[in-house]
């Protein structure tokens, strides 16, 4: 028997705009004005709340807080999505979880420490997962649901480049191809994991390139461009939609911050490295082509930038205007009808609270 | 002797063993050229070489894993799992086989492996990164499970933790990490698995805790002991195997025995002592055992993180509601 090829791989990666923001006509998208200056607001919205939610760390306001800065274009990802579709996000999503409808105050609520700000607002999101790639499996798992209720809608789940390296990864991608669910694995390789670079966490070219493994395709997109970012995330959903199966973006772009506020990049990358991908910045790449396409003007921008801290100040109101939830709140989500037990300590937790109370008046 | 933190100590620890025998790798997320999140491995891949200070894969389970291969071909592997919290996916490896390869092949094959690993609250952490979950692992036959609190014995329980033939699970509560600074001795010494350490002698009752909750049943004692309840504080800083004859030293002659964890309050590490008391010297006990522990809840996020752990003014009030028994 001679030999003969069994199996020709072929990944791609795409995009619209390049570096200077001069775009690709053949692939632009038909966006009209007003809805590209809506993903440019989406843009400076998050990288508004960004710093801000950084500065409020500093202040002990906020917990760890893990920064989207450079990531901007994940918001494109939530644009592509519809209404009844799902987004399952890791702990670098703030971007994509507010332009599905979710508020500040809510995100701040959970980075202040309150299980409360997780019921997000926008429709079905869940959760931040934070144990890396575990969250891929609940997406496959939603994506089955949806096929077995012959529901045309997908999931988009979304991790970093460190997730490839999990069990759950795998596990998923194989599960989503075996019984060709409707999910997009949406990957923003940042280039790194903490301190470990994309070519020490994987041997592979590429990431986009797992998919073949699993029976699937899989497509690398400028991350740094949001009409690539849309256009791949619209079409991939599209996909899984149509009953076609499930694709592996792998979305290139970089972690301009450290890995979070508890980090320091500085003992691990070089200044060089951070320098060059500036150059690449998502918005300012976005904004000379709304320039060149005469919808963007400085002015529209300060007055939207203008609008966005107002907003963004309001909700850091609101979220302080949150009440203090009680401590009994620590047992009485843990199952649905408490147990002997839980209502015992229950009591507990309401007379340490009266004790307190006591103490304090002393 | 020189002043170390819980992090030098421990990273003084590393250096020493890995000096003294090359068989000695460290691996793990960000040990490398980070020196560990924490900075516990600071310094090391500098000194020893990329080959024995490994920054690996995003995998825990592969972590684990390798290391029990890396154990069964002669290594001694010190693995880090970045935070207790993400040590499930590594799970099957630890029960299935790390603690079991020396009772299935009889003694022919065994796994010398240290898991090091974070635990425990107190730090305002995001979810996850606050987990107290030893009893998980005290329950499996076939490992080890150890938790200092002090910088000298997290550094003589860890040179233990290393040359112990079988597999060790080695949890530093992250609050004491820098909590405070002691004389630690730079030269090799050892503290042995399986001793627990009086913190404080005392008559009238006994306090056995372990981990984060070790400083907050020393200030509870010093409360108590304004009032003239003498408390004696035991840290058992190994798990398992557990000190239980130091126990039933204690316990025999204050006759009153409170137990605190920050681990959730049911099938704990307290729970075992609390059975064996019962089981062995119920007829000394002037007073119920008592159990202060954290919740069966799943840690809060910081709001209610205070709410959800024992403190010392908890502890005191306890032992004098057992006291007044
Ligand atoms: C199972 C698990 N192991 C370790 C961690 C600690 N950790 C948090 S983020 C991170 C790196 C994640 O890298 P990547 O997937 O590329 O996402 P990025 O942070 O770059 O967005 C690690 C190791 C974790 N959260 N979960
Ligand atoms: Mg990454």
């Not at chain 1, 290139?252 to 980090?263: F, Q, V």
Request: charged share 25%; net charge negative.
């Amino acid at each position: 028997m001679p030999e003969k090829k069994v199996f020709v791989g072929d990944v791609r990666f795409f995009s619209v705009l390049d570096e200077s923001g001069a775009v690709d006509s053949k692939l632009e998208p038909a966006f009209s004005s007003d809805e590209l200056k809506k993903l440019f607001e989406w843009m400076i919205q998050i990288r508004a709340f960004d710093d801000k939610c950084v500065k409020l760390q500093r202040s002990g306001k906020l917990g760890t807080y893990l920064s989207v800065l450079g990531q901007e274009a994940q918001v494109a990802a939530a644009l592509a999505m519809e209404k009844n579709d799902w987004l399952v996000p890791y702990f670098r999503d703030n971007g994509l979880i507010l332009a599905r409808g979710a508020k500040f105050e809510e995100l701040l609520a959970v980075g202040g420490g309150s299980e409360w700000g997780s019921q997000f607002s926008g429709p079905n999101i869940l959760p931040v997962a934070i144990p890396v790639a575990t969250q891929l499996l609940h997406a496959v798992g939603i994506a089955w649901g949806m096929k077995i209720s012959k529901e045309k809608n997908a999931v988009l789940v979304s991790f970093g480049d460190g997730a490839t390296s999990e069990g759950d990864f795998h596990e998923a991608m194989n599960f989503a191809g075996v019984f060709q669910l409707p999910v997009v694995f949406f990957c923003q390789n940042n280039q790194w994991a903490i301190s470990v670079p994309r070519k020490n966490q994987t041997a592979s070219e590429t990431i986009a390139q797992k998919a073949l493994g699993y029976g699937f395709s899989g497509v690398q997109v400028d991350g740094n461009d949001p009409l690539a970012v849309f256009v791949a995330v619209s079409e991939a959903l599209k996909k899984a939609r149509q009953g076609k199966g499930p694709t592996l973006i792998e979305m290139i772009t970089y972690r301009m911050s450290d890995h979070s506020t508890a980090d320091d990049a500085s003992k691990y990358r070089s200044l060089q490295e951070t320098r060059a991908w500036e150059k690449k910045d998502p918005i300012d790449r976005f904004r000379k082509y709304l320039k060149a396409k005469k919808i963007w003007t400085q002015a529209w921008e300060d007055r939207v930038g203008q609008t966005i801290r107002t907003r963004i100040e309001e909700s850091m109101r609101k979220a302080e205007l949150i009440p203090n939830h009680p401590s009994t709140d620590i047992v009485d989500f843990v199952f649905l009808e408490s147990t002997m037990e839980l209502l015992r300590q229950r009591e507990f937790l309401e007379e340490a609270g009266r004790r307190e109370k006591r103490d304090d008046a002393k | 002797m020189t002043l170390m933190n819980m992090i030098q100590a421990l990273n003084a620890g590393l250096f020493g063993a890995m000096q003294a025998d090359d068989s000695v790798l460290v691996l793990g997320e960000d040990v490398g050229l980070n020196g560990g999140v924490f900075r516990v491995t600071e310094g090391l891949q500098k000194k020893f070489g990329p080959d024995r200070v490994i920054d690996t894969p995003l995998a825990e389970s592969a972590i684990v894993g390798a290391s029990i291969g890396l154990a069964i071909k002669g290594f001694r592997p010190v693995a880090e799992i970045q935070f207790s919290g993400f040590a499930y996916s590594a799970f099957e490896q630890l029960v299935s086989h790390a603690a079991r390869i020396r009772n299935r092949s009889r003694g022919k094959f065994s796994c010398p492996l240290v898991v090091r690993s974070p635990c425990s609250g107190g730090v305002r952490a995001l979810e996850h990164h606050s987990e107290s979950m030893e009893a998980l692992f005290c329950h499996v036959p076939g490992l080890k499970v150890v938790m200092p609190s002090t910088p000298s014995d997290a550094k003589g329980l860890l040179a233990s933790a290393i040359i112990d033939p079988d597999p060790v699970l080695f949890f530093e509560p992250l609050k004491l990490y820098r909590l405070k600074k002691e004389e630690v001795s730079e030269d090799h010494y050892e503290i042995p698995i399986g001793k627990a350490r009086l913190v404080r002698p005392g008559k009238h009752v006994t306090v056995v805790s372990y981990g984060s909750m070790v400083p907050e049943c020393e200030k509870a004692a010093l409360a108590l002991s304004e009032k003239g309840i003498e408390t004696e504080v035991l840290d058992l800083r190994s798990l398992s195997p557990l000190d239980f004859a130091a126990v039933q030293e204690s316990v025999k002659h204050t006759n009153r025995l409170a137990i605190v964890h920050e681990a959730p309050y049911s099938f704990g590490v307290g729970a075992e002592i609390a059975a064996r008391i019962a089981e062995r010297n119920v007829l000394e006990l002037d007073a119920p055992v008592v159990r202060i522990a954290g919740l069966d809840a799943p840690m809060p996020l910081s709001k209610l993180e205070e709410a959800y752990l024992p403190n010392a003014n908890r502890i005191a009030f306890e032992i004098e509601k057992l006291m007044n028994f």
